[in-house]
């Protein structure tokens, strides 16, 4: 399997265009995550997906945040309006949420997507 | 809640063995420890993972007393490659919150030559 498959891994953009950050998750996973990184905040949840429904998107900052996962292997997170605070890499995320072996599963993550507002 | 609590930094020499201890008091019988490695540029990865005892594979090591209430990464003879943060995470199957899988600020470990 490739990984997680993110795109576009840089993208460079002006206060208040539309970005779409793009997310496959490894063939088979059920539970898909969103999360953002900066240096002042670390790592933070945005959102989580199981079986396309999205569970808890407690984490989205505001309105003009919204993802979706219309099938098994493709996801998207969406900001529009974009700014500048926006700025951050964007990491997704999946696992499978059982496995026969018992322990709890692991996430893993594409590459991330590293956004710029100017 | 499980909460975890990490030292934010760490220093040591290459060849030296690091343990990475992280504090998780309310740990739930159903709950397995799981630590993360992420190096600049790259998303997290996993390490290493546990429920109770000792766990060994090719990369490190993870000590976890009789109480669960802590754990501690073990990093035998570093290398500057192992410069990067590592993340302690508590959490279950299935996920039942988001707040099993929130990661905390992690540790920063720098290996000097």
């Known amino acids: 399997d490739a990984g997680v498959i993110q795109s576009p891994r840089h993208e460079v953009t002006e206060m208040g265009q539309e970005v779409t950050l793009r997310c496959k998750p490894i063939?088979?996973?059920?539970?898909l995550f969103w999360y953002r990184q900066t240096m002042m905040r670390g790592l933070e949840l945005l959102i989580y997906f199981n079986n396309n429904v999205p569970i808890d998107d407690s984490g989205m900052p505001e309105d003009r945040f919204s993802a979706k996962m219309p099938n098994a292997s493709f996801s998207t997170l969406k900001i529009q309006p974009s700014e500048p605070r926006d700025s951050a890499v964007y990491f997704c995320a999946s696992t499978l949420g059982r496995t026969p072996a018992g322990g709890a599963n692991v996430l893993t993550f594409g590459a991330g997507s590293r956004l710029t507002v100017l | 809640l499980a909460k975890t609590t990490q030292p934010i930094s760490m220093d040591s020499y290459e060849g030296q063995e690091v343990n990475i201890t992280c504090s998780h008091n309310n740990i739930a019988t159903n709950d397995y420890i799981t630590w993360y490695q992420q190096f600049p540029s790259q998303g997290p990865r996993f390490i290493i993972q546990g429920y109770k005892t000792k766990v060994t594979n090719e990369v490190a090591s993870l000590f976890i007393p009789a109480d669960r209430k802590s754990s501690t990464l073990s990093l035998p003879r570093v290398s500057l490659s192992d410069t990067a943060v590592y993340y302690c995470l508590v959490g279950d199957i299935p996920y039942s919150s988001a707040s099993k899988i929130i990661f905390g600020s992690g540790t920063r470990l720098s290996i000097r030559p």
């Open positions: 063939s088979g996973h059920d539970y």
